[in-house]
């Protein structure tokens, strides 16, 4: 027997189940296909789970370092089991958190494989055997990724993972090659460096986290190679050159030379690729260029009931952004007129140790739209909070309008920075100046005060710089 929805989310991950519940609260009945657990790759394979491991790697550093606190621990042991754990227990219990919101905003939800087999028709392979028929107004995708992988670099889970196989390691290398100084790379390599690993990344640019402002990534990487990774940029990976033998050993083209690394193992992280395999877009006008799924700013295919959202349509892969899409989606299904996400307006975060967090223009991006641009920079180690911490080192940094005093953009490395990003976010929202954010009045002591400080600098009137 066909079942009838208004709206049929194919993917429970975060962007997907968040679509339902925003349209079980506008008042359609919703219905969402998960093949795998509730909370998708964020939940079981991304986000939770690697800061899990994020969490667990910097308390271990941080107690090895307690002499510098005046906390002495003779023998710091790590139990990896007990750490896998407790990741596991976060996630079950998030993943429980979610469940309760299906019923909580009586969503149907389908364990299996979700096909669209007709206009407004979705077939659902059920993972216990069986087939169902579900009849969709409208049809939501959020099919989201998978880890890339490049040529050559065939992963077998024990010598060549991806951040797939690597949450769920049983035991830690005693080194690894991180292939690709991105935000997931970095974030691994400064989890197993902390963890004690011998970390050494390879990376294609000419700076880590390429996406982020030049300041940042400079920072970032100095802070890490402080800290004992080896990064080495401008290296082209050479695939074909692999070799496992109790190990891995793979060549780099470096300033035209080629080098051999070693290591226990590798982690390839080169970025995500859409899932848009298997769903039924063949019989479809849905157009894919890329291997991204094509929509408006409305999240809106070339079939007019079919709508996607998160990584299956590429520009930024984060969570929070398929989150935003998603509702976004739902209420124009909804028949109401939302406004359009502002990519400016996302911020971005990295949760190294130290993390690294923006939002908006970077300082060369805002002068290549040709705005005329003055920045404020203050240092962390002016901070009270931040020597409290122990952590002096980083610094917030912003980026204005020289004519207007708006807010284009604001970067940070530093402690619990990804904390810290979204009040330059709301700025940024609320369109306001240096001087509106420096004459806001931050407590003290607080890491937050950095932004304040690094608004006044703008204008030369910091405090303590």
């Given at each position: ?7 049929v ?23 969402v296909?998960?093949?795998g657990?509730l ?24 107690t ?7 906390v ?13 754990a407790?990741k ?8 429980k958190g ?30 216990n ?11 939501l ?9 490049l ?33 997931i ?12 690993v011998?970390?050494t990344?390879l990376?294609?640019?000419?700076r ?15 802070l890490?190679k ?9 290296a ?5 050159t692999?070799k ?32 848009t ?11 894919i ?11 809106q ?10 990584d ?13 899409e998603g ?8 028949g109401?007129?939302p406004?359009?996400?502002d990519s400016?307006?996302?911020a ?7 993390e690294?967090?923006?939002?908006g ?14 920045t404020?920079?203050?240092s ?16 917030v940094?912003l ?13 940070m ?9 979204t ?13 509106d ?21 703008v ?7």
């Open positions: 027997m066909e079942q009838g929805y208004d709206v989310v194919i993917g429970g991950g975060t962007g997907g189940y968040v679509s339902a519940i925003r349209a079980s609260q506008l008042g359609l009945k919703a219905a296909v998960e093949k657990k909370g998708g790759t964020c939940l079981h394979a991304g986000c939770i789970p690697s800061k899990a491991l994020l969490r667990s790697a910097e308390v271990y550093a941080n090895k370092n307690g002499e510098n606190f005046g002495i621990a003779p023998e710091v042991n790590l139990d990896f089991s007990k750490v896998q407790r596991e227990g976060i996630t079950e219990r998030l993943f979610v469940q309760h919101l299906m019923k909580k905003g009586k969503i149907d939800v389908y364990e299996g494989t979700g096909v669209i087999t007709g206009e407004k028709d979705v077939s659902v392979k059920l993972n055997g069986g087939e169902e028929f579900l009849a969709a107004r409208h049809i995708l959020a099919t989201g990724s998978r880890p890339r992988t040529p050559g670099l065939d992963v077998d889970g024990t010598y060549v993972m991806t951040s797939d196989e690597a949450l769920n390691m049983e035991e830690l290398p005693a080194s690894i090659l991180v292939i690709g100084g991105g935000v790379g970095m974030e691994w390599a400064s989890m197993l460096n902390d963890f004690g011998k970390v990344v990376e294609y640019a000419k880590i986290l390429p996406a982020e402002d030049k300041d940042v990534s400079r920072e970032l990487q100095r890490m402080k800290k004992g990774v080896k990064i080495i940029t401008g082209k990976v050479l695939s074909e692999l496992k033998n109790h190990g891995v050993s793979i060549q780099a083209e470096h300033k035209g030379k080629e080098k051999e690394f070693t290591a226990d193992r590798l982690l390839v992280s080169v970025g995500r690729a859409p899932v395999d298997y769903i039924g877009l063949e019989d479809t006008k849905v157009q260029e890329h291997g991204f799924i094509q929509v408006n700013e409305h999240y295919t070339n079939e007019a009931n079919v709508y996607a959202i998160g299956v349509i590429g520009g930024l892969q984060l969570a929070h952004v398929a989150s935003h509702m976004i989606a739902v209420e124009h299904m909804a109401k007129n406004s359009p996400l400016a307006l996302v971005k975060c990295v949760y190294s140790s130290p690294a967090a923006s939002v223009l970077a300082e060369d991006e805002a002068k290549e739209e040709g705005y005329e641009v003055k404020g920079k203050f962390f180690r002016a901070i009270g909070k931040s020597l409290v911490f122990g952590v002096p080192d980083g610094f940094k980026v204005v309008d020289k004519k207007t005093d708006k807010l284009l953009g604001a970067h490395v530093g402690p619990h920075v990804t904390d810290m990003v009040e330059a976010g709301l700025a940024q929202v609320l369109e306001a100046t240096a001087m954010i420096g004459s806001t009045i931050h407590p003290h002591p607080t890491l937050a005060e950095a932004i304040g400080e690094a608004a006044l600098a204008h030369g009137q910091e405090i303590h710089g």
